[in-house]
């Protein structure tokens, strides 16, 4: 994904995006993830969290400083993608 025009983001393609992410490198060997499944109630573990900061910085151009890092916006891949969009706008 292009981080040219970070305040076009659609959250449900973000949405989409960090939900493939997280199949598809935490969660290959165990049941996929929908973009409002519980992340932590599915098994991801800090390690995992830490691998969907690097994802986001890599692909989104930002870091979620610690005081982001709140229930609100880790809960789900969806949760993310909102904000995602929400910093980008």
């Known amino acids: 994904m292009s981080t040219g025009n970070l305040s076009r983001l659609d959250p449900e393609e973000v949405a989409r995006a960090v939900t493939e992410f997280i199949n598809t490198t935490i969660m290959a060997r165990t049941r996929p993830v929908r973009p409002d499944d519980d992340l932590e109630l599915a098994g991801l573990d800090s390690m995992a969290l830490l691998k969907v900061l690097l994802f986001i910085e890599a692909h ?9 890092l709140v229930t ?18």
């Not at 609100?72 to 706008?89: L, Q, W």
């Open 72 to 89: 609100d916006n880790i809960r789900t891949a969806r949760a993310f993608a909102a904000y995602i969009c929400r910093r980008s706008a």
């Open 60 to 68: 989104y151009g930002f870091w979620m400083p610690d005081e982001d």
